[in-house]
């Protein structure tokens, strides 16, 4: 297996994106393996100071060292209340990277990945008490079908979750092993690994509630951003793209821009650059993951 915990996407276009200044306090929404946080630190005086969030406490014990950082041990949901706690109420600019770390992928006794035995498991928040399987084992046939329809997009939803039910009456579904015995009939032999990828996406997306820890921070975020801060979000798949496109073009989840009288916008954001920045193609081909990643990013006005 792989000994990189992981390799930071899209990181100089990041450094852009925060505009960062040597004396600004920014926050690292997703830790990980610390490539983006070690870059702003580095970029930072001894005034600047830098907090990283991060829920696996894997993350937190390989954190790096220096005076001008802090790592946080929480769920960037509570982004609002840690900084609190750091006596912080304002920050100058906000990043959050939402892709899975390598080091999960590729740790077999975290259940992420379909590529490796191992216990069903997918919680990031190793403390949190509702893993994969008990989803998968607790959940009716008309919750699953709509989570894997709406959270992993998969084509065979209604036959696939009524499998997943008959199999479990006769023995748990606890492991990737038993899972993928169970649903590859129902999985074309063409787009094997794409279709897997949507399921095992689907379930960890309902373990760690990610859209909606995705809706807090982002809330959070434009409350705790001094006006003329930074927020920049790299997303991996559609359903967080659509939620921080929507949010940064008009403060709110639907995308809805309200005005004033006078037809003025009235969003709290304003978008930096008309589209999406993605990977060079020499970037995807010395890091394939980075393929699916987008950076947005936007700016706090005043209104």
């Given amino acids: 297996m792989s000994e990189v915990y992981h390799i930071p996407a899209l990181l100089p276009q990041s450094l852009e994106a925060l505009d960062l200044h040597p004396g600004g306090t920014y926050v690292d929404a ?69 892709g899975v770390s390598f080091h999960h992928f ?34 009716d046939e008309e919750r699953l079908r ?62 760690n509630d990610e859209l909606g820890a995705l809706r807090s921070f982002l809330t959070q975020a434009l409350d705790v951003l001094r006006p003329g801060g930074r927020l920049a979000i790299i997303t991996y798949h559609s359903l967080e793209d659509r939620l921080v496109k929507n949010f940064m073009k008009s403060g709110n989840f639907g995308g809805e821009v309200k005005q004033d009288f006078f037809g003025r916008r009235l969003s709290p954001l304003r978008p930096v650059g008309n589209k999406p920045v993605v990977p060079s193609e020499e970037e995807i081909q010395r890091n394939p993951r980075s393929r699916s990643a987008k950076l947005r990013v936007a700016e706090k006005i005043e209104i």
């Avoid at 060292?65 to 790592?71: E, P, Q, W």
């Avoid at 191992?118 to 399987?133: E, F, I, T, W």
């Fill in 30 to 98: 997703t830790l990980g393996g610390g490539g983006h946080s070690r870059a702003i630190v580095e970029c930072l005086g001894q005034d600047g100071h830098l907090y990283s969030f991060d829920q696996d406490g894997d993350a937190i014990r390989r954190a790096f060292s220096d005076r001008r950082f802090t790592a946080v041990w929480g769920n960037f949901r509570y982004l609002r209340n840690f900084l609190r706690y750091y006596g912080v109420d304002s920050v100058d600019g906000i990043l959050a990277d939402l």
């Fill in 106 to 139: 590729d740790d077999a006794g975290r259940g992420f990945s379909f590529r490796w035995e191992g216990p069903l498991d997918m919680r990031m928040n190793r403390q949190a008490r509702v893993s994969a399987a008990d989803i998968v084992n607790s959940y």
């Fill in 146 to 207: 709509d989570l894997l329809r709406l959270y992993g997009e998969v084509n065979d939803a209604r036959r696939m979750a009524a499998a997943i039910v008959n199999a479990r009456a006769a023995a748990p579904v606890d492991t990737v092993e038993r899972l993928l015995d169970v649903i590859r009939p129902m999985i074309s032999p063409k787009k094997e690994k794409k279709e897997l990828a949507q399921v095992f996406q689907a379930l960890r997306i309902e373990v």
